[in-house]
């Protein structure tokens, strides 16, 4: 008989699980819950879930409580009788009522390999690290944030073309690869589930959009890390000083090259990029963006758009 599970997600990270589950008879997927429909585009139409979309091309039920610790929704979860509720970037924090309610838990994949970088954002932090790895945590779901026991690891390395969207594609297929086997092994007694060393444990915050600014003074290197960091989003940024104005300037690829000078300043811009002098070294834009256009190669970007040698590049809009 397959083992039942209700699949909690709503961003894209978690499809892969769901499309995985979905085409395994070794498992029955009963009902997906997802966050409501939420305003999108400027249009603000309400548009749902990547999961929701995944869900209803299967034809399984969709749940949508705006708060999961509703009675009425929590009663219907428990008339499921579910072997599993595994739980993929849902975006609520889960009551003891929902915890208790599968037969085997609530499996949890996060994109880190567990203590290290418990949070809202492990993909970005590995980057802005420059970690030469990361990898895929399946564990059981605890009251705390990330805090619950392990039942497998599943590590990759970090490429250094790599940037937060590549490394997310790649861990949300890794998750999905890793997630069937380690609920049919723990349901069959094969693996136990052992505690994280919470000593060990490092914790990330929630990204804002103002974290992309790119600061000159630091090394190149770091900024580096922060564009593969925030790229797609929010974006790393700096601004240009044009007639007096400050043009926004979207960075999405850069190298560190060998050249000195005072931070933020010019020091070449030809085909092969546009070289900025950082704290230490400094950094070769290859493609970026002006506000309200589309992103470029940095040969593209300058047949349109003038930045000269010596010049500077500024922290702000002031």
Not at 101 to 108: L, S
Not at 199 to 212: F, L, N, P, Q, R
Not at 246 to 274: C, F, H, I, M, Y
Request: proline share 7%; aromatic share 6%; glycine share 6%.
């Amino acid at each position: 008989m397959p083992l039942r599970v209700i699949f909690m997600g709503t961003a894209e990270l978690a499809c892969a699980s769901l499309q995985a589950l979905l085409a395994s008879p070794k498992f029955s997927v009963q009902a997906v819950v997802t966050q409501p429909d939420r305003p999108k585009g400027r249009d603000l139409k309400l548009t749902p879930s990547e999961v929701k979309k995944v869900a209803l091309a299967a034809n399984i039920p969709v749940l949508q409580p705006e708060r999961a610790r509703e009675p009425q929704f929590i009663e219907q979860l428990k008339q499921l009788a579910p072997d599993y509720i595994v739980v993929i970037a849902y975006g609520q924090i889960l009551p003891r009522a929902i915890l208790d309610t599968p037969k085997f838990g609530c499996v949890n994949v996060h994109t880190s390999l567990l203590p290290q970088y418990r949070g809202a954002a492990p993909i970005q932090a590995a980057l802005l690290n420059g970690d030469p790895e990361t990898g895929v945590t399946i564990m059981q779901m605890d009251e705390g944030l990330d805090t619950g026991p392990i039942l497998s690891q599943h590590p990759i390395a970090i490429e250094a073309t790599d940037d937060a969207a590549t490394l997310h594609d790649k861990l949300a297929i890794v998750g999905a690869e890793g997630l069937l086997p380690t609920l049919l092994d723990f349901a069959a007694g094969k693996i136990q589930a052992r505690p994280q060393n919470h000593s060990e444990a490092t914790h990330v915050k929630k990204i804002k959009k103002e974290d992309g600014q790119l600061d000159w003074k630091l090394p190149a290197r770091v900024l580096q890390n922060r564009i593969r960091a925030f790229t797609p989003w929010p974006g790393a940024f700096t601004f240009q000083k044009v007639n007096d104005k400050a043009r926004l300037l979207k960075v999405w690829r850069a190298e560190v090259v060998s050249a000195q000078g005072e931070p933020g300043t010019v020091l070449a811009a030809d085909n092969s990029g546009v070289v900025v002098a950082c704290g230490q070294d400094a950094l070769r834009i290859l493609r970026l963006q002006r506000e309200g256009g589309r992103q470029m190669s940095a040969a593209e970007f300058l047949q349109g758009n003038s930045i000269r040698s010596g010049e500077q590049f500024v922290t702000s809009q002031s």
